[in-house]
């Protein structure tokens, strides 16, 4: 049974971080594209960051460039997003999802993979 577990949510001030961290199994983990999305109350799901498995080139979304920064340790299994910086608009459920789909990591690949339950991030001002 393929499942992602997400952890490492929390409340922290602005200016502060937080480390967010993705297990994947029941998949041959260093074969997924993986990334993370987020959903604030009221708005869509969006993306934040990407990583291929191939060539672990990374992308992120402008909001939270120079900020956060995605890693895999495919030896853990475990995708990592680094937040520095963190601002209240980064408050949000945030979501990881892994796709077997190959080559460039892309957000619309990732929607129709495999996603976790979620963890809260919240960030007071």
């Known amino acids: 049974q393929v499942q992602v577990v997400e952890s490492g949510g929390g409340l922290v001030q602005a200016g502060g971080s937080l480390r967010l961290s993705c297990t994947a199994s029941?998949?041959?983990?260093?074969?997924?594209?993986m990334g993370w999305f987020r959903q604030a109350p009221g708005k869509e799901r969006e993306g934040v960051s990407c990583?291929?498995?191939?060539?672990?080139?990374?992308y992120y979304a402008d909001s939270v460039k120079g900020r956060f920064t995605i890693s895999r340790d495919n030896a853990k299994n475990t995708l990592y997003l680094q937040m520095n910086s963190l601002k209240p608009v980064d408050t949000a459920m945030y979501y990881c999802?892994?796709?077997?789909?190959?080559?460039?990591?892309?957000?619309?690949?990732?929607?129709?993979?495999?996603w976790g339950q979620g963890t809260q991030v919240s960030v007071s001002s």
């Open positions: 999802a892994a796709t077997t789909v190959e080559g460039v990591c892309l957000f619309s690949d990732l929607r129709l993979g495999v």
């Open positions: 029941g998949l041959t983990f260093d074969a997924l594209n």
């Open positions: 990583i291929a498995w191939r060539s672990s080139t990374t």
